[in-house]
């Protein structure tokens, strides 16, 4: 069920709807969205000169995680940002024994993370949420504050959020970074909106333009099969059985158009997509704020689970910003 939806277009608010008993004083719990929140702090840290370099081996701040493998020094900062790290943890949703879910309702968050171990040498993209959470506490280790208190001074009051936000928390006071900050819908088109403007938020510059421009570009996105410093690229995709369905596709498109390869219920299937000029942050049940700098546009959606015949959540928000013209209003 949609709990919250939000269209803003040049600052102007096209569409604004909640449903069920709840209204725009809302807190609305965001899972995965947190992440780009993540994300944003961790470049903030880093253009602060708290993180010194992206390239930094993780171990520069988080040195125990040597003790439990020593391969954590071959994994940079910027490697944990991209979901690049080869990290053992299972992603399961639907178990309760699964890494993930484990990690959302231990007591100790710290504790968990000093055990995780690298798998894999590979440097591949694989959406862990661990990442994230490792990400979180190499921002309070390089910056010297809790989650929470870096995200009130960095983002909460400069950006003057409407609202207090809620960020769950273990027993000792470590944030779910990976999962589970909670907001009104219009903070959270915030972010949208400090995106959207390069970074920029009413003259200052809270975030690099270099940085933003990174996110914001499609070929960069392509290169990294769609997800970038913890945010997702907005792209379309079409599966196939084999691979030579797949090229002839994409011989026969006018867009640019790639090859992918994937294994799905193990059976391995090829695609094709296409990176579309927009992004987007993404939480479990169906959360979104989405970003398409072409239209200067910011769709925000909140809810639990997503069900319709014919459209996922992503595919309706996409058609939606297909719909809405791009034309800006005549002065």
Not at 266 to 275: D, I, L, Q, T, W
Request: glycine letters at 6%; hydrophobic letters at 40%; proline letters at 2%.
């Amino acid at each position: 069920m949609t709990y919250g939806f939000l269209v803003i277009r040049n600052d102007s608010i096209l569409y604004e709807k909640y449903f069920g008993e709840v209204d725009s004083s809302a807190i609305f719990p965001s899972f995965s969205v947190a992440k780009s929140f993540v994300g944003t702090l961790a470049q903030i840290a880093h253009q602060e000169g708290k993180i010194k370099s992206l390239n930094d081996p993780v171990t520069q701040y988080l040195p125990w995680l040597s003790k439990s493998d020593q391969a954590w020094s071959n994994i940079t900062v910027q490697n944990v940002l991209d979901m690049r790290t080869g990290v053992k943890s299972d992603e399961t949703y639907n178990s309760p024994f699964s890494d993930v879910i484990q990690l959302g309702f231990t007591r100790n968050v710290m504790a968990t993370l000093k055990k995780v171990k690298i798998a894999s040498d590979s440097k591949a993209f694989v959406y862990k949420s661990v990442n994230t959470q490792l990400l979180g506490a190499i921002v309070e280790a390089a910056t010297g504050e809790k989650l929470a208190s870096y995200l009130q001074q960095k983002l909460w009051l400069p950006m003057g959020m409407e609202s207090d936000a809620a960020w769950q928390t273990d027993a000792h006071g470590t944030a779910r970074a990976f999962c589970c900050l909670n907001a009104t819908l219009k903070d959270f088109a915030k972010l949208g909106r400090l995106y959207l403007n390069n970074g920029n938020w009413n003259g200052k510059q809270i975030l690099s333009e270099n940085w933003v421009q990174t996110i914001l570009n499609a070929d960069t996105m392509r290169v990294y099969q769609g997800y970038k410093n913890h945010w997702w690229s907005s792209r379309n995709i079409k599966r196939f059985s084999d691979s030579l369905q797949a090229t002839q596709f994409i011989a026969a498109q006018k867009e640019r158009w790639y090859l992918g390869q994937g294994v799905r219920n193990g059976k391995v299937f090829f695609s094709a997509y296409n990176n579309l000029p927009a992004v987007f942050a993404q939480g479990m049940l169906g959360q979104f704020v989405y970003i398409n700098p072409g239209k200067n546009l910011i769709i925000v959606r909140m809810g639990h689970n997503w069900k319709h015949k014919d459209f996922y959540a992503q595919r309706f928000i996409e058609n939606l910003a297909g719909m809405i013209s791009n034309k800006k209003p005549l002065k």
